[in-house]
Structures are given as structure tokens and as C-alpha cells.
T-cell receptor, first 117, second 112 residues
Framework: GAVVSQHPSRVICKSGTSVKIECRSL??????MFWYRQFPKKSLMLMAT?????????EQGVEKDKFLINHASLTLSTLTVTSAHPEDSSFYIC?????????????FGPGTRLTVL | QKEVEQNSGPLSVPEGAIASLNCTYS??????FFWYRQYSGKSPELIMS????GDKEDGRFTAQLNKASQYVSLLIRDSQPSDSATYLC????????????FGKGTHLIIQP
């Protein structure tokens, strides 16, 4: 149980384009999902908390207009990187809190590696 | 500002020995603590969670929590080459931010 999927796993795009990443909880409902970003040899940094049916909560320094988050259902959250630039190239990972697991345990998707040319 | 400190390593341990990974944190109100394993190019995988002081054992893994000293550790017994990975310590403090705060991770190498 507690499986989280992400799509796509890898994307290469030109500077200025927008990229949408999907995060799905496959066998549980997730009222809250989280988006992290990880640069090479660095730790995960929380970008935003995605709440089903309400606006996302962004961490300090993360531009909400650049990283659009939509949590349309209890099993799906999407992150759209708008007008991507090379500095946005990173490993984007979502996680979801399972109502079936222990308190505050989060399960991660496999990640999406974004390369902006 | 919540901080989670880990020795980045690499920590080299012979196969079959006990690997000991340590983590200290600054936020006294932290409630939940987690150890994740991350292989290169992959996303983190939850190994252990611990919420109260003391030891928690799961197979070859033992997590130890000492809230008074603000540290949490992970012991891996009978280390295997497949245990070679980066181990991330994470904590949850609750309140307005529901995400986890991660340390930078310790790179563990199990030598055959």
C-alpha cells in the first residue's frame, strides 16, 4: 500500500515553455500532498503543500505564479512549472500523507527530472 | 528556523558490521522523526519512523530518539552492500507547515 506515482519521469524542454507534472496516490486518498525539489548532491527542499480543494501553501522564496499547483481530487495533484528556465532544472518529487499509515508518514513518488535547455 | 544536521560522509562500513547514522535537530517542538533511504537518481524511501524517546526496531534497522538531547540515530545491523545509499533524516514539527524538514543526508558505503 501507500504507492505514489509521478508522470512524467523525465522531461526535457526549451526555455520559456511550461511543464506539467502529475502526482497520484494509487491506493489511498491524500488530502495533502507535498512538492519538493532536489538539486544535485543537495537535500530535498519543500516547495509547497498542496491541499485538496483549497489553495496551496508555498514556502518562503517559492514563486506561486511560477509553480502552479492544483489539487483537484483526493488522488491527484499537479505542479506546473511556467515559463521554465535553465535554473529550474532539478529533480521534482511529490509526496503524499497516507491516512492508512502512521502519523505524518509521507510516501514519495519516483520523481520527475526536469531539464530546461 | 528548523535545522536538521547530518554528517554528509561518506561513511564507510565493512559488510556485516553495524552502520551508525546520526542526526541532530534544532526545533524542540518536533514531533515525528523519519529515516529515508535514497539511492542515486531515485526518490526517498521511508525506512523508519519514530515518535517517542527510546529505541524502535524493525528487522536490521533500529531507530533511536532522544528528545532531551535533540538527536535521532539509525543503526543498521549486518550491513549489506545493498544498504549503500544516502540516508536522510527528516522531522515533522506540525503547526502551519505540514511538510518535512530534511537533513542533507549521510552517504553510506558498505564495503564488501
Amino acid at each position: 500500500g501507500a504507492v505514489v506515482s509521478q508522470h512524467p519521469s523525465r522531461v526535457i524542454c526549451k526555455s520559456g515553455t511550461s511543464v506539467k507534472i502529475e502526482c497520484r496516490s494509487l491506493d489511498f486518498q491524500a488530502t495533502t500532498m507535498f512538492w519538493y525539489r532536489q538539486f544535485p548532491k543537495k537535500s530535498l527542499m519543500l516547495m509547497a503543500t498542496s491541499n485538496e480543494g483549497s489553495k496551496a501553501t508555498y514556502e518562503q522564496g517559492v514563486e506561486k505564479d511560477k509553480f502552479l499547483i492544483n489539487h483537484a481530487s483526493l488522488t491527484l495533484s499537479t505542479l506546473t512549472v511556467t515559463s521554465a528556465h535553465p535554473e529550474d532544472s532539478s529533480f521534482y518529487i511529490c509526496s503524499a500523507r497516507s491516512n492508512l499509515a502512521g502519523d505524518n508518514e509521507q510516501f514519495f513518488g519516483p520523481g520527475t527530472r526536469l531539464t530546461v535547455l | 528556523q528548523k535545522e536538521v544536521e547530518q554528517n554528509s560522509g561518506p561513511l564507510s562500513v565493512p559488510e556485516g558490521a553495524i552502520a551508525s547514522l546520526n542526526c541532530t535537530y534544532s526545533d524542540r517542538v518536533s514531533q515525528s522523526f523519519f529515516w529515508y533511504r535514497q539511492y542515486s537518481g531515485k526518490s526517498p524511501e521511508l525506512i523508519m519512523s519514530i515518535y517517542s524517546n527510546g529505541d524502535k526496531e524493525d528487522g536490521r534497522f533500529t531507530a533511536q530518539l532522544n528528545k532531551a538531547s535533540q538527536y535521532v540515530s539509525l543503526l543498521i545491523r549486518d550491513s549489506q552492500p545493498s544498504d549503500s545509499a544516502t540516508y536522510l533524516c527528516a522531522l515533522y514539527s506540525g503547526g502551519g507547515a505540514d511538510g518535512l524538514t530534511f537533513g542533507k543526508g549521510t552517504h553510506l558505503i558498505i564495503q564488501p
